[in-house]
T-cell receptor, first 111, second 108 residues
């Protein structure tokens, strides 16, 4: 079975632009969470979605939004990019009993 | 807030035992995860503790004390490949709070 997949792997954007990151969870997992990880720090929780509904939101500005599709894949959108948005964006697929499995991440660089 | 504290860096020798401590806020706490993260890679799941006590899984063990808001990850028979960051993460309902990670260096 395929693990969690994310696309693209790397992305370079300019300040003010918008970006969409994509994630496909492990087959059978209905929950997806998004995290931002700045170099040298632990992941910071952005969103969790379950059955297409938002179940949790971290302390991020409204420029960050997400959605989950009927096939449980998910997109994270970030508008009006800032230099500080440069980070590794991780998607985690959640099965039962709160276990989370992370995808390889998308490394976003904002210039 | 829901702060997670763990040491920033640790160093140990190949073949030795190392214990990485983690403290967390107990209010609303559901369970405690440990992840391993090699440089440039995504975190990989190591363990999950929800009840007090020690969970052993090969060379790795994880301990939890819910009343004290304390956990540790014990790594035995250290190998060079164990050099990585170890992330402690607490689950609070639908929210997962990660610590800053402990960067472990295993020396020959």
């Amino acid at each position: 079975d395929a693990g969690v997949t994310q696309s693209p792997t790397h992305l370079i954007k300019t300040r003010g632009q918008q970006v969409t990151l994509r994630c496909s969870p492990i087959s059978g997992h209905k929950s997806v969470s998004w995290y931002q990880q700045v170099l040298g720090q632990g992941p910071q929780f952005i969103f969790q979605y379950y059955e297409k509904e938002e179940r949790g939101r971290g302390n991020f500005p409204d420029r960050f939004s997400a959605r989950q599709f009927p096939n449980y894949s998910s997109e994270l959108n970030v508008n009006a990019l800032l230099l500080g948005d440069s980070a590794l964006y991780l998607c985690a697929s959640q099965g039962q009993i709160y276990e989370q499995y992370f995808g390889p991440g998308t490394r976003l660089t904002v210039t | 807030g829901q702060n997670i504290d763990q040491p920033t860096e640790m160093t140990a020798t190949e073949g030795a035992i190392v214990q990485i401590n983690c403290t967390y806020q107990t209010s609303g706490f559901n369970g405690l995860f440990w992840y391993q993260q090699h440089a440039g890679e995504a975190p990989t799941f190591l363990s999950y503790n929800v009840l007090d006590g020690l969970e052993e899984k090969g060379r790795f063990s994880s301990f939890l004390s819910r009343s004290k808001g304390y956990s540790y990850l014990l790594l035995k028979e250290l190998q060079m490949k164990d050099s990585a960051s170890y992330l402690c993460a607490a689950n609070y309902g639908q929210n997962f709070v990660f610590g800053p990670g402990t960067r472990l260096s295993v020396l020959p």
